[in-house]
């Protein structure tokens, strides 16, 4: 079985889209995607997800398949009076809590527990094991029971849900992932099943944040998300939004 991770293309999120240079990932990515043999498509309610898949959907006949707990992962921290998106964080400030850095221990860090971000943790990861289990795994901690299968599925989201799925999946702490990750729109981050015990598989990283259906087309990869290099820089990312 194989996942497709997929962040969607360059956003326009004033009016709700992707923008010009987006809608032209989503086609590069289409022409990549057509022959990945996909069996299944979701993606999250959101347009600029939505037009990211369509192209890939069409040319491979496929249905999308809408999930609303796909929708950009919406839980807040608080640092003091502040609120924030969780991947939105100070390096000196997230790293004082060591808890952040182990799987195990992440919930019960000040800050990343100050409001319902475990809760909505273990919501997006329960709707993934229910996905999972439509296609025959059933999870024991970091193990996924079941016949194996040639499913190929692409999933659609955003950068912030999309973390959440890698730490599931990897147990990686997500602070650790939001902090230090970056995908860029349109990339394909894969996971496949290593089944070194018969009925037992687990999944692995076989490669992150893949732009190079943007390189061979000669395309730019975006920015969009990411802060400036340099301190006071004008990069696309410097003003953050949430994706």
């Known amino acids: 079985m194989k996942i497709l991770l997929i962040r969607h293309a360059e956003p326009d999120y004033s009016n709700n ?8 990932e989503a086609e590069c990515l289409s022409e990549k995607l057509k022959n990945s043999n996909i069996t299944h498509i979701y993606s999250s309610p959101l347009p600029r997800a939505v037009y990211t898949a369509q192209p890939t959907a069409d040319k491979i006949n496929k249905e999308v398949k809408i999930c609303e707990w796909l929708k950009e ?28 850095f182990d799987i195990h221990t992440w919930k019960e860090s000040k800050l990343y527990s ?25 999870r024991e901690n970091l ?26 999946l990897t147990g990686i702490s997500p602070i650790l992932l939001w902090q230090s990750m970056f995908l860029p729109t349109s990339s394909v981050t894969e996971f496949i099943t290593e089944e070194r015990v018969n009925g037992e598989v687990v999944f692995k990283c076989k490669q ?11 395309q730019p990869v975006s920015n969009s998300g ?16 949430e994706e």
Not at 76 to 96: D, L, T
Not at 128 to 136: A, S, Y
């Open 143 to 168: 193990i996924y029971k079941g016949k194996n299968n040639n499913d190929v599925i692409a999933v659609v989201c955003h950068f912030g849900v999309g973390m959440v799925i890698a730490s599931h």
């Open 208 to 218: 992150m944040g893949d732009t190079s259906h943007l390189y061979i087309k000669n």
């Open 17 to 24: 889209t992707l923008t010009k240079q987006g809608f032209v």
């Open 114 to 138: 100050s409001a319902d971000m475990p809760e909505k943790y273990d919501y997006v990861t329960k709707k993934l094991d229910e996905l999972l289990e439509n296609h025959g795994f059933i």
């Open 226 to 241: 990411l802060y400036s290099e340099f301190f006071g820089g004008e990069g696309q990312g410097d003003k953050y939004k």
């Open 73 to 100: 992962f919406q839980a807040k921290i608080k640092n003091g009076e502040e609120e924030r998106i969780p991947w939105n964080m100070f390096p000196r400030v997230w790293q004082k809590e060591k808890e952040v």
